[in-house]
């Protein structure tokens, strides 16, 4: 405890006096950090919406506007014993258009000016969670799109298979993006400390003569390292923090709504403090590894 202390009280000191290149490494290692935690904030609510979406999954079954009673039954019929469906609901050409005005307020004149209804009924089928993922639910729609008086069929798993490729190119290449910044911040630190250990080169070499542990000798740039990669992460938070925040009513609350969920969210505790545990790990290791020379 005594050393930990001693090694603090250093490091702060030498850290004050060069205090310039401190901030320099503080801030190569935020905006390191900064970019992972963004993409970190991007991928987890894609995720979010990749999965409220998976739950809601529907199939629209478009029908014929000349299909007989006997057709329609049996396109409910087919769909009802499906395995993949949680149920459905028959929409006539007037519910439909019903629910186009109130959707799109603004384009209800120009539907009442082409002329009559133009959009079909259909049979709006609910998926069990998870139906997407499988084959049952291609099956059911190339059934259905053989059977009489069906114009087409459109479901949401396209939609759900781009969602899942663009969640694993953001998390991807933040990861790359991050990863070559760290190492940046790394580097950026190790020469920081190897700075003080050339100022401090007769110092430690007097500790050496009289026997001081290697502890003592290393400990305080070893623990400068890991305070400027701790409140570079912090600030990483904090800019990540205050960026989110003004975002959230004009532009972020907006989407959440475009994208039919509830809300778009900030990182998670446990994210969070990763995050600043991340950034003292890659300010001790670059600490570390200038001190090795002494």
């Not at 930990?4 to 390191?32: C, G, K, N, P, V």
């Not at 970190?40 to 014929?64: Q, T």
């Not at 009489?148 to 953001?170: E, I, K, N």
Request: contains cysteine.
């Amino acid at each position: 405890m005594r050393m930990l202390r001693y090694a603090f009280d250093e490091a702060l000191s030498s850290l004050w006096r060069r205090r310039q290149s401190a901030l320099l490494a503080m801030a190569t290692i935020a905006i390191a950090l900064f970019v992972l935690g963004a993409s970190l904030v991007v991928a987890g609510n894609l995720d979010r919406v990749a999965a409220e979406w998976a739950r809601s999954a529907e199939m629209s079954v478009y029908l014929a506007d000349d299909i007989t009673s006997v057709d329609r039954q049996a396109v409910e019929l087919a769909v009802a014993r499906n395995e993949v469906t949680a149920g459905h609901e028959y929409v006539s050409k007037a519910e439909a258009l019903r629910r186009f005005k109130q959707t799109f307020g603004d384009l209800a004149t120009a539907v009442d000016n082409v002329g009559g209804n133009p959009l079909p009924a259909s049979v709006e089928v609910r998926l069990r969670p998870g139906a997407t993922a499988g084959s049952g639910v291609e099956q059911l729609g190339n059934r259905l799109r053989q059977m009489p008086g069906v114009v087409d069929v459109r479901y949401d798993r396209q939609w759900l298979t781009r969602m899942v490729s663009a969640v694993r190119v953001v998390r991807g290449a933040g990861l790359v993006l991050s990863s070559i910044l760290t190492l940046a911040a790394a580097l950026t630190i190790a020469n920081v400390v190897r700075l003080a250990l050339h100022a401090r080169h007769d110092e430690i070499e007097i500790m050496q003569l009289v026997g001081a542990p290697r502890a003592y000798i290393r400990g305080p740039f070893v623990m400068e390292g890991v305070i400027q990669g701790g409140m570079g992460a912090a600030l990483a938070l904090l800019g990540l923090g205050v960026a989110f925040a003004a975002l959230q009513t004009s532009f972020l609350t907006p989407l959440a709504g475009a994208l039919n969920v509830s809300s778009l969210e900030f990182l998670s505790v446990a994210s969070s403090l990763g995050l600043v545990a991340g950034g003292m790990v890659v300010g001790c290791l670059g600490g570390f590894a200038a001190a090795l020379g002494s």
